[in-house]
């Protein structure tokens, strides 16, 4: 366990070297490491990442890696798929408390019961959610393949989709599919305020919003387009719009003002005045804490074998369905 801000003690702040860049540097080679980093995290993990990207992308570097050593800046899940591939390889997470509302919100006992409610059903479960909650589905998807997934199922064969009723929701629009939805979403897209977001339109005429998936109907409505985190990525880019209203978690931003510096990008603004499109889970995780977990080994992300394992399969069948 970490110690908080408010605990911190000399001894603590004598750890951390000056040049933490340089230092995370030799660690990487001393361990054989390789930092694996979403687009969701703040500025400075997203300049040492070794690999950038979204959780489709991040699987996908995870089940090819040779490092021997994952460093996981992300959220548990993501750091739990990383070790549902990797086995015999130390997963490392800067913060053991850096979850997920959405994975909290579906218990593995409850989703068993109500996976139980529909025996015939195939289970398609949206990659963020437990390792526990994976052993139980049939195909794991992320929102960059999920009507891609779900386009591939024979029409006739009826489908729970979880745990992300907005996703759901848009993957059935997009596939015409009748699918059960377990009633769960993400903290942080569903907190986008609608009525913002049409005062910023009219204030910028010429800016695209750009939405992801997992955010509320009534804020997709008024998208030029939807998509995954890389997606609405690789769209900024393409646009021939100068100015975009970004719907997504505003880590994503530092990236497209980094590598598209012409263009204006503007995080589309939660309701009230917080700062809630942030999401906390994401931003517990620091530079600090990361070399820390590089030089003490740990945290270590662990699983019982057979939950590996029951995960694994609609793992892959993600991935060689996403092929």
């Not at 891609?148 to 064969?157: A, H, R, T």
């Not at 848009?170 to 993400?186: A, F, I, K, N």
């Not at 109907?217 to 890389?230: D, P």
């Amino acid at each position: 366990m970490f110690i908080t801000e408010s605990k911190k003690t000399n001894t603590y702040f004598d750890s951390i070297p000056d040049d933490l860049f340089a230092a995370i540097e030799d660690l990487k080679k001393e361990l054989n490491a390789v930092i694996l980093v979403h687009y969701y995290q703040e500025a400075d993990i997203q300049d040492i990442a070794d690999f950038l990207g979204d959780s489709l992308g991040l699987s996908q570097q995870a089940a090819t890696t040779d490092a021997d050593v994952i460093v996981f800046a992300g959220v548990h899940f993501m750091a739990e798929t990383a070790k549902i591939l990797n086995p015999n390889k130390l997963v490392l997470l800067p913060d053991l408390d850096a979850g997920c509302s959405m994975a909290d919100g579906c218990p593995a006992e409850e989703f068993a019961a109500f996976k139980a409610a529909h025996p015939d059903h195939l289970v398609v479960c949206y990659v963020n959610c437990s390792a526990a909650v994976k052993a139980m589905s049939d195909i794991i998807c992320t929102s960059s393949n999920a009507v891609k997934i779900v386009n591939q199922i024979p029409e006739d064969q009826p489908i729970i989709f979880a745990p992300d009723k907005n996703l759901g929701r848009y993957v059935s629009e997009q596939t015409g599919r009748d699918l059960v939805l377990w009633d769960g979403s993400c903290m942080v897209h569903e907190i986008f305020s609608e009525k913002k977001i049409v005062q910023l339109k009219m204030e910028h005429p010429q800016a695209e919003f750009i939405a992801h998936p997992e955010c509320e109907e009534q804020v997709l409505r008024h998208a030029n387009f939807i998509g995954s985190t890389k997606a609405l990525f690789e769209y900024s880019k393409q646009s021939a719009a100068e100015k975009f209203i970004i719907g997504t978690e505003p880590g994503i931003l530092y990236q497209m003002e980094k590598q598209i510096p012409e263009k204006q990008f503007i995080a589309a603004p939660a309701t009230g005045n917080c700062a809630c499109n942030e999401c906390p889970h994401m931003r517990l995780n620091t530079l600090e804490k990361l070399y820390l977990a590089m030089k003490n080994r740990g945290p270590e992300i662990t699983l019982p074998e057979e939950i590996r394992v029951a995960a694994l399969k609609p793992l892959q069948r993600m991935l060689e369905m996403s092929a």
